[in-house]
């Protein structure tokens, strides 16, 4: 605890606001939401919206503190069984009962029971939501349990009527009241779970008070109830209270004119719900068939280009197909031209020049080049003109072609 400290002799010593906030502390854990019975001995209500009672017993007394809307139907003398927990009231030092709900004597007992089958059927696991089965969203063919006589039946027939003339009804008139309803509305759960063609039931009742109440709390009930293949709404008819049938039940309606609502859709909802879907649907359509439109437009581009592309690469191909044509002519002709002039060489090596021009022949130069091309002179040309013995300078006068 903080603001703790010690005496010389190492004693530990709290202050008063310490030791009642600690036994606060200690109460709230230790005595919360418990059950406790008694007389009221002495009831007053305040203007704050509290009212202040006294429970006692013949030994004891115990200060209690409620709401106004609580004990609206309590009165001194009553003997009655209380809900809550104990709370301390720090700054005098008092602690108190705070009842969070109240009964009768004989009420008390039923929600005594109540609570002890609840917490132990809860523990099994009947009303885990790992059981619970879906409401079929467009049934066909309900089942209903409930009896034949009364508003309920005619409640339920008139809504579904309403909303979803094509349903199908099914009845199996059942006591909902009495010492022998357990046993019908179980037999009648039992007939129904061995039909394979009821899409949803509906157990109902028009409310009551919590002893007539008090068979949809019955244990074989709730286990019937929780073995059924087919799904099933509560509608006992209690807008607060829960019944454990509503716990273990797929889905709970607070009256029966709530379940029939809750288990068929109506016509002109289904019919406007049916048109947005169109709708949603053609505006997907239509946004799927915009989209394969612009991928095809742009697909038809591109092959254009490409068809363009391929135009202008058959054009480059046959280009260079002309131009490897010509390359290999020349090549062709420039080997052809080596070849000639390494033979012609050949032939020269054979022989030598002198004796070339002891035949007879000389040669013409101009500039030390050999001509042999009459063209390639000109008048008044200086001249060489190389023999076997020896060679001439000469100028030309006139020159005579061949040529014609």
């Known amino acids: 605890m903080d603001g703790l400290f010690y005496t010389m002799n190492n004693q530990l ?24 019975t008694g007389e009221i ?7 704050s919206g509290f009212t202040y009672i006294t429970l006692k017993d013949i030994k004891s007394e115990l200060s209690c503190i409620a709401s106004h809307h609580i004990i609206s139907n309590i009165k001194t003398g009553m003997e009655v069984t209380v809900n809550g927990s104990i709370d ?14 109240i009964f009768s004597k004989g009420k008390g007992d039923l929600w005594l029971k109540y609570n002890e089958l609840k917490e132990k059927l809860s523990k099994e696991g009947l009303f885990d939501s790992m059981y619970k089965k879906s409401i079929p969203p467009y049934p066909q063919k309900i089942g209903i349990i409930t009896s034949k006589e009364g508003s309920v039946l005619s409640d339920i ?16 008139d059942s006591r909902v009241s009495g010492s022998r309803a357990v046993e019908s509305l179980c037999k009648s ?17 028009g409310g009551g008070s919590i002893e007539d109440l008090s068979i949809f709390n019955d244990e074989k009930l709730i ?4 073995k059924l293949k087919t799904p099933i709404i509560s509608a006992i008819g209690h807008e607060t209270d829960y019944t454990l049938c509503d716990f273990v039940s797929d889905l709970r309606a607070s009256t029966p004119s709530e379940a029939a609502e809750l288990c068929c859709p109506s016509s002109n909802e289904l019919k406007d719900k049916i048109n947005y879907d169109y709708d949603k649907i053609f505006s997907k359509i239509e946004n799927i068939l915009r989209n394969k439109k612009i991928i095809l437009s742009n697909f038809y581009n591109i092959i254009n280009k490409q068809i ?31 070849n000639l002039i390494a033979s012609n060489e050949k032939i020269f090596k054979k022989y030598d020049n002198n004796k070339i021009k002891k035949l007879g022949y000389s040669i013409l130069r101009k500039n030390n080049i050999i001509i042999s091309d009459i063209n390639k002179l000109e008048k008044n040309d200086n001249v060489q003109i190389d023999m076997y013995n020896g060679s001439i300078n000469a100028n030309v006068k006139e020159l005579n072609s061949n040529e014609k």
């Open 13 to 36: 010593i709290y202050t008063v606001t310490q030791i009642n906030n600690f036994s606060a502390d200690i109460l709230k854990k230790q005595l919360s939401n418990i059950w406790i």
């Open 157 to 172: 027939r008139n809504i579904i009527n309403r909303r979803s003339p094509y349903v199908k009804l099914f009845l199996i």
């Open 223 to 226: 286990r019937h109830i929780f």
């Open 88 to 101: 301390l009231y720090t700054i005098k030092g008092n602690y108190q009962f705070r009842i969070s709900s």
């Open 189 to 205: 759960i039992n007939q129904f779970n061995k039909l394979n063609n009821i899409d949803v039931l509906i157990i109902a009742r």
């Open 308 to 338: 363009k592309t391929n135009t202008v690469l058959e054009k480059k191909h046959k280009v260079k197909f002309l131009f490897n044509l010509i390359y290999k002519s020349i090549s062709n002709k420039t080997i052809f031209l080596s």
């Open 41 to 47: 001995s002495s009831l007053k209500k305040y203007p």
